[in-house]
């Protein structure tokens, strides 16, 4: 959300390239279909103003430099130099980080479900199949929350507003049909290929990223469970290096979704890491960006029927139980200091209130690591 404030400075305030309905319509149609927001609405306005080589200009412009500082680090966390116990602090200190990214997360989603107990149980409800059971489990709890909270909502006609860039009702039928193609495709076909792919770990952990950019609506936080159940489950990445990339994603500007860099260089050891890097990354965009490309004239029309706001409420509230089982997880495996939970909420302190707060609370929590290293209090 920070960065789509920042497009809606840049390019509607100062510079003036797009009026405000039509990049408010822009950003409501990327939060209704899956994929990264922020990268979604950067591309759709480079397209606007060039086409489709204006959208990948765009695109690789506001991903580039967050790409390569996430796949060099994925490449060093295999290396000698982090066993170091210099470096062994540095990394608790992200772990902690990122402790404190899930807390505010969890705060920041579930502040919007303070007026309703139904999110709340099935958030509960899901943390707690996460915890116990995990597995297959949660994607069909979470189909069945989706049509759940498609149920509790009646269907409404297009309303059309003027002056404002709705879609017609083809346009709607266009997005919703590519969106289900590709989320079918990635349900259905992808599971069945990266179990007959599980000897090549480059086009497994590719296969992942594909899924999770193509389940994921909003970007963000809400990738991050999806991600940790396609590469930590098999066994691909252990679970605190998954926490060491997590929490530098958070302290590196740029889209979530770079932590697909990260993790294609961590799970394959040796010269493919590169091109297991580059392939994940282009595996969890490309859903997100085909969406964008179909949707260009549905703008925020589906956001418009109660149906579908009702379905991706009751999704959201699944994804705040699994980051939930996420934090408790985490949390467990670390071997915590009682001044470590005065630390995290300084840090979600820190997150929370300032535009830059993310590098300030990093920073925060690695020098804590390191005062704690060197005075072993």
Not at 270 to 293: M, N
Not at 313 to 320: H, I, Q, T
Request: aromatic fraction near 10%; glycine fraction near 10%; include cysteine.
């Amino acid at each position: 959300m920070v960065h789509l404030a920042l497009f809606r400075l840049r390019f509607v305030e100062q510079l003036r390239w797009i009026d405000a309905g039509t990049f408010d319509s822009l950003a409501s149609m990327a939060q209704v279909i899956p994929g990264p927001s922020s990268s979604q609405v950067g591309f759709a306005l480079g397209a606007r103003w060039q086409g489709f080589f204006g959208g990948a200009a765009a695109f690789f412009g506001f991903t580039l430099p967050s790409a390569v500082i996430m796949g060099a680090l994925g490449l060093g966390v295999r290396s000698d130099l982090l066993a170091s116990p210099f470096a062994q602090s540095v990394l608790r200190g992200f772990l902690l980080f990122a402790l404190a990214c899930l807390g505010h997360a969890l705060w920041s989603m579930g502040s919007r479900f303070r007026k309703s107990a139904t999110p709340w149980l099935a958030a509960v409800s899901v943390a707690v199949v996460a915890l116990v059971v995990g597995g297959p489990l949660i994607g069909a709890l979470l189909l069945l929350l989706g049509l759940y909270g498609a149920s509790r909502r009646t269907r409404v006609d297009l309303v059309v507003v003027p002056g404002q860039n709705i879609a017609s009702r083809r346009s709607v039928f266009a997005t919703v049909a590519s969106t289900l193609i590709v989320v079918a495709v990635a349900i259905t076909f992808a599971p069945g290929l990266a179990e007959q792919l599980r000897s090549n770990a480059v086009l497994t952990v590719a296969v992942g990223h594909f899924q999770a950019g193509a389940l994921v609506f909003g970007g963000g936080h809400v990738v991050m469970p999806l991600l940790k159940g396609f590469v930590v489950s098999p066994g691909l990445v252990d679970p605190v290096t998954f926490a060491i990339g997590y929490g530098a994603a958070q302290a590196i500007p740029g889209p979530m979704f770079t932590f697909a860099a990260f993790l294609g260089a961590a799970a394959v050891p040796g010269p493919w890491a590169v091109a297991s890097a580059l392939l994940s990354l282009f595996a969890i965009f490309l859903p997100g960006l085909t969406f964008i490309l179909a949707a260009q004239g549905a703008v925020d029309a589906l956001a418009k029927r109660p149906w579908f706001s009702g379905a991706i409420e009751m999704l959201n509230a699944g994804v705040l139980g699994l980051l939930a089982a996420a934090l408790i997880q985490l949390g467990m495996s670390l071997d915590l200091h009682y001044a470590d939970a005065l630390v995290l909420l300084v840090a979600v302190v820190m997150i929370q209130r300032s535009p830059r707060g993310s590098l300030w609370a990093c920073c925060a929590c690695v020098a804590y690591a390191l005062a704690r290293a060197l005075t072993s209090f």
